[in-house]
C-alpha cells in the first residue's frame, strides 16, 4: 500500500522585536509552511522573509490567519461572530498572498490558527466562515482542517481540496478532538512516542486517545509545531522515519495541480 504525508509547519510568528521558533532550520524538512498574518503573530517584513524563505526551500506557502491577539498568541478563544471571522480571514489572507506575489509566488493553502481553529473543529458557524472567506478569495486554494472535524465538512460543502491534518505532538480526545492545552498530557514531548503515533496515524488511519480509545481519521497532513523545543531535530526524525517506512512526504495537491509556486 502507498502512503503520503505532506509535513506542515507554524512559521513566521516572530514580530518586533520578539523571536519566535527556528525557521530556516526547519524548512529543509518540512514540505508546507503555514505563515502568520499579522494578527496573532508576524509582521510585515516577517511575512515577506518567510515567505522568500519557503520559496526558496520549494515549501508550499500557505497563510496561517488567527484572532487579533498578539498578548495572548491567538489562543484564547473570543466571542467573535461569523462575520467577523470571514473578514478578518479574507484581509489576512490577502495580505499574505500579496507577499507572495512579490516574491514571485502564491498562496497554495490555508489553515486557521490556535483558538481560531479550535472554535472551527466544533462551531459549524465559525467553521463555515473560513471556508467561504477562502473559497471567496480563490476557490482553488487548499483548507488545512483539523482531521473529522467541522471545519472538513465545511470545506467540502463549499467546494474546496480539504487536507485533514493530524499532528504529532499533541494527544487526542476519544471524540477525535486534540486535548486542550490546558489539560494534563495534551503536549506529547517524547519523540519516540510522537513518531509511533504518527506512524500509526498514516499507516493505519487511526490514534488511540488519551484514554486508550482507538479513534479513525484520515491523515493528508501532519503539523509540526516549529515553536517547540529543538523543533528542527524534531522535525528531521519525524521526516527520517516517516521516508524510511516508505511513506512519501509531499504537499498535498491543489486543485490546480501544482504546490502553489
Not at 37 to 60: I, N, S, Y
Not at 61 to 86: C, E, K, N, Q, W
Not at 224 to 249: K, M, N, S, W, Y
Amino acid at each position: 500500500m502507498a502512503w503520503t504525508i505532506d509535513l506542515n509547519c507554524d512559521m513566521g510568528e516572530s514580530f518586533g522585536a520578539w523571536t519566535m521558533g527556528n525557521d530556516a532550520a526547519v524548512l529543509p524538512y518540512v514540505t508546507s509552511a503555514n505563515i502568520a498574518c499579522g494578527f496573532h503573530a508576524g509582521d510585515p517584513g516577517t511575512m515577506r522573509q518567510t515567505v522568500k524563505a519557503a520559496l526558496e526551500h520549494g515549501v508550499a506557502i500557505g497563510a496561517h490567519p488567527g484572532l487579533p491577539d498578539l498578548v495572548g498568541f491567538g489562543r484564547r478563544t473570543m466571542d467573535i461572530s461569523p462575520a467577523d471571522v470571514y473578514d478578518l480571514v479574507v484581509v489576512q489572507v490577502g495580505a499574505l498572498a500579496a507577499v507572495a506575489a512579490t516574491q514571485g509566488g502564491r498562496l497554495h493553502h490555508v489553515k486557521a490558527h490556535g483558538a481560531l481553529y479550535n472554535m472551527a473543529a466544533s462551531r459549524p458557524d465559525i467553521a463555515n466562515a473560513i471556508a467561504c472567506a477562502v473559497r471567496d478569495i480563490d476557490p482553488e486554494l487548499v483548507l488545512f482542517a483539523l482531521a473529522n472535524s467541522a471545519q472538513v465538512q465545511a470545506g467540502l460543502d463549499a467546494g474546496l481540496t480539504v487536507a485533514q491534518e493530524v499532528f504529532a505532538d499533541r494527544s487526542y480526545q476519544s471524540n477525535g478532538l486534540l486535548t486542550p492545552r490546558s489539560q494534563e498530557g495534551a503536549m506529547i514531548t517524547d519523540i519516540d512516542k510522537a513518531t509511533a503515533q504518527v506512524l500509526k496515524m498514516v499507516k493505519q488511519a487511526s490514534v488511540t486517545s488519551l484514554d486508550g480509545q482507538t479513534v479513525s481519521l484520515t491523515a493528508d497532513t501532519l503539523c509540526l509545531h516549529g515553536d517547540q523545543p529543538d523543533a528542527a531535530r524534531f522535525a528531521r526524525h519525524i521526516r527520517d522515519v516517516l521516508e524510511g517506512e516508505g511513506v512519501t512526504v509531499a504537499p498535498v495537491s491543489a486543485a490546480r495541480g501544482d504546490a502553489g509556486e
